[in-house]
């Protein structure tokens, strides 16, 4: 077990820093999620903590030792990566004992983890098996089975499910996560799907282009997202914004209607109304002139515009709706689940 520390950590490709002055705390245990669209640097993240890339600036810290200059392999940690990286000609049974075998631990001992492992992840009738004679999900549980059996101090994961079909990902990510609980060894997560992250992480790290935007609980993230990229990217369907004028303790939507927000600010803003804090209100302050409806069954999503206006505006109402073109709903929206954010710097105003 083993709590992990990010300090001041740069990485620089040539002249272009790719990441820059990360900073963050994972206690022993915790599962982490690494989250932000492609190209932000989460897999360089990781693969600095993996020691495959190179520290150019910062420390990484493991079980409160300095690992910047370590190997790989002198870093107690097992990577799980997408493509799962299994030997064609090698049996289940000898693909996941075959880092130990390295490690030249005694036959009984490696008999006894890959045994273990086979038992945890539900693979032992195909421990005999090769590679091509398994699914998607089986091969991805196999190689979990490799890394389980070094009996690490951290696992690093980057995008393992990404190769694995809608329903057989949802599936597999409720078992990483039991998984993980069960062995409570120290993860971290690499994924671009906000909902996996959501799911499977005790906190995320949010990374947009190198920058670390936020690092908290799922909830805290989806109650107070720190600026308007994480407000954008937690949440389906993703949050509604919009230039409002701010006085009194009310904002001002463009295209008329004036709702109470929680925020003493005056002044130009951005607001963000999520989608499913949209109260159906024949009163309600917000207009939405309806153009597109989205029968989820148990829900709908209204997409429309605020009237008079080409801001595009979803709302998400429970049950059925039959609404037409053209026709305006009415909403409100309380106080404290209104969202507003500087609109020069993106960051939250503070209420
Ligand atoms: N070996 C490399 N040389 C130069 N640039 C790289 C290298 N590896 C990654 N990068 C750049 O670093 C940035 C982050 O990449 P990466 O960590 O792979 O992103 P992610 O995993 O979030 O998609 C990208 O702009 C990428 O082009
Ligand atoms: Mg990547």
Redesign the pocket.
């Known amino acids: 077990m083993a709590d992990i520390q990010l300090k001041d950590l740069v990485k620089s490709?040539g002249p272009?820093e790719?990441l820059h002055h990360i900073e963050g705390d994972i206690n022993d245990g915790e599962f982490i999620v690494i989250v932000?669209p492609?190209?932000?640097?989460?897999?360089?993240l990781l693969r600095m903590v993996a020691g495959l890339e190179s520290v150019t600036s910062g420390e990484i810290s493991i079980g409160g030792r300095r690992v910047n200059e370590l190997e790989p392999s002198a870093r107690d940690i097992a990577m799980v990566f997408q493509n799962y990286a299994l030997y064609p000609h090698m049996s289940v049974r000898q693909n996941m004992a075959y880092g130990l075998k390295i490690r030249k631990l005694p036959k009984d001992e490696i008999n006894r983890r890959v045994e273990e492992a086979a038992e945890i992840l539900e693979i032992k009738q195909y421990l005999d098996r090769k590679p091509r004679q398994l699914s998607g999900g089986q091969r991805q549980r196999v190689a979990m089975g490799r890394a389980i059996v070094r009996d690490p101090q951290v696992f690093l994961f980057d995008e393992p499910l990404s190769n694995l079909d809608a329903k057989l990902r949802v599936q597999m990510r409720l078992e990483i996560r039991k998984l993980q609980q069960r062995l409570g060894v120290t993860s971290i997560y690499?994924t671009h799907d906000q909902v996996e992250a959501m799911t499977l992480g005790d906190r995320l790290m949010v990374l947009n282009g190198g920058y670390v935007e936020q690092f908290g609980t799922p909830i805290e993230l989806y109650d107070r997202p720190a600026s308007v990229f994480v407000a954008g990217f937690i949440g389906s369907p993703a949050m509604n914004f919009f230039p409002a004028e701010l006085s009194g303790g009310q904002a001002a939507l463009p295209g008329g209607g004036v709702l109470p927000v929680a925020s003493a600010h005056s002044g130009t803003a951005t607001l963000g109304l999520r989608p499913e804090h949209l109260m159906q209100d024949p009163a309600g302050p917000i207009a939405i002139e309806v153009e597109l409806l989205e029968q989820l069954g148990a829900n709908t999503l209204i997409h429309g515009r605020l009237p008079g206006t080409d801001l595009s505006i979803t709302a998400s109402v429970p049950g059925h709706a039959n609404d037409g073109t053209g026709s305006i709903r009415r909403f409100s929206v309380a106080p404290e689940l209104t969202h507003l954010f500087d609109p020069a710097t993106g960051k939250r105003l503070e209420d």
């Not at 492609?38 to 360089?44: A, L, P, Q, V």
């Open positions: 490709y272009t790719v932000g492609s190209g932000c640097g989460k897999s360089t690499v």
